[in-house]
């Protein structure tokens, strides 16, 4: 092993620890839990295969977790990425006081979410800002976070409050990196305004979307403190995500088995949707 390989080796090592105790041996570990199961009331751990996969596929809770992940994931991410999208190519032009909008989108990344969440859950009140300025519209009170048709909603405006600032900073850096000068030609051809962002813009932006959109994809699969701060999964388990099922099995129920079987189920979940957005995305070039 020559010299220029050893050296970087020893630059990489750094990362290679990293990645081999904070991820790969976790999830080895969690692999491993998940074939067995620990009696709650002897204590005893016994090998017990694919049986905590079967239990939860049999389980309504999980399954009703998944039904709500999906739906959640599907609304969710094609808002935020179209909201970003939008808001990266206004941004882009130059107008007066473009700035200072732009700080006001990318002001609540600066915010913990968890801040966020209490922000938002006091807004989300019986008494709260929003039903105040439903009243002074001539409008009824909602019920927002305490209604099962309302709540998966409120929680999407609130992750999206917080996720279109952070993928529209990706896009307008994606947008920046496209040359003037194509513009400018497809003007000269008489390209409309939507036939430029059809055909030059969206094409040299979708690597840039590409990344956004997996990026956000695993993010909202793993939204959990939201849930946790102001619904707790419900009402009626109407945003019981598998994240928070996950944290209810583990540490509520006790059962960490079964809470390391849903965590691999999700780790395939999430790789599955994946690897079908990069297929689709390949096929487009």
Same mark, same amino acid.
């Given at each position: 092993?020559?010299?220029?390989?050893?050296?970087? @080796?020893?630059?990489?090592?750094?990362?290679?620890?990293? @990645?081999?105790?904070?991820?790969?041996?976790?999830?080895?570990?969690?692999? +491993?839990?998940?074939?067995?199961?620990?009696?709650?009331?002897?204590?005893?751990?016994?090998?017990?295969?694919?049986?905590?996969?079967?239990?939860?596929?049999?389980?309504?809770?999980?399954?009703?977790?998944?039904?709500?992940?999906?739906?959640?994931?599907?609304?969710?991410?094609?808002?935020? #990425? +179209?909201?970003?999208?939008?808001?990266? =190519?206004?941004?882009?032009?130059?107008?007066?006081?473009?700035?200072?909008?732009? =700080?006001?989108? #990318?002001?609540?990344i600066a915010v913990p979410p968890a801040v966020s969440a209490a922000i938002w859950s006091v807004a989300y009140r019986p008494d709260g800002l929003l039903n105040s300025v439903l009243s002074v519209l001539?409008?009824?009170?909602?019920?927002?976070?305490?209604?099962?048709?309302?709540?998966?909603?409120?929680?999407?405006?609130?992750?999206?409050?917080?996720?279109?600032?952070?993928?529209?900073?990706?896009? #307008?850096?994606?947008?920046?990196?496209?040359?003037?000068?194509?513009?400018?030609?497809?003007?000269?051809?008489?390209?409309?305004?939507? +036939?430029?962002?059809?055909?030059?813009?969206?094409?040299?932006?979708? *690597?840039?979307?590409?990344?956004?959109?997996?990026?956000?994809?695993?993010?909202?699969?793993?939204?959990?403190?939201?849930?946790?701060?102001?619904?707790?999964?419900?009402?009626?388990?109407?945003?019981?995500?598998? !994240?928070?099922?996950?944290?209810?099995? +583990?540490?509520?129920?006790?059962?960490?088995?079964?809470?390391?079987?849903?965590? !691999?189920? @999700?780790?395939?979940?999430?790789?599955?949707?994946?690897? =079908?957005?990069? *297929?689709?995305?390949?096929?487009?070039?």
């Open positions: 092993m020559g010299r220029p390989v050893l050296v970087s @080796l020893a630059f990489l090592a750094p990362a290679l620890i990293a @990645l081999l105790v904070l991820r790969l041996v976790p999830a080895a570990i969690a692999f +491993a839990g998940s074939l067995s199961h620990t009696s709650l009331v002897s204590g005893e751990t016994s090998f017990v295969g694919l049986g905590n996969y079967a239990t939860l596929f049999s389980d309504p809770t999980f399954l009703q977790s998944v039904r709500v992940t999906l739906l959640f994931s599907v609304i969710v991410n094609p808002l935020q #990425i +179209a909201a970003a999208l939008a808001l990266a =190519v206004l941004y882009t032009r130059r107008f007066a006081g473009v700035r200072f909008l732009r =700080v006001l989108v #990318i002001l609540p001539g409008l009824p009170p909602q019920p927002f976070l305490t209604s099962p048709g309302q709540a998966l909603w409120s929680l999407i405006v609130l992750l999206s409050w917080i996720g279109v600032g952070y993928w529209m900073m990706f896009l #307008i850096a994606g947008l920046q990196d496209i040359p003037v000068s194509l513009y400018e030609a497809a003007a000269i051809d008489g390209a409309s305004a939507w +036939a430029r962002f059809w055909h030059v813009t969206l094409p040299l932006l979708r *690597r840039p979307l590409a990344f956004v959109l997996v990026a956000d994809t695993v993010s909202n699969f793993l939204v959990f403190a939201p849930v946790q701060m102001l619904t707790n999964g419900g009402p009626e388990g109407s945003t019981n995500v598998t !994240m928070f099922d996950i944290f209810t099995r +583990a540490y509520t129920v006790g059962d960490l088995s079964l809470a390391q079987a849903e965590v !691999m189920l @999700l780790v395939l979940l999430v790789l599955a949707v994946v690897i =079908v957005q990069f *297929r689709l995305l390949r096929g487009k070039d």
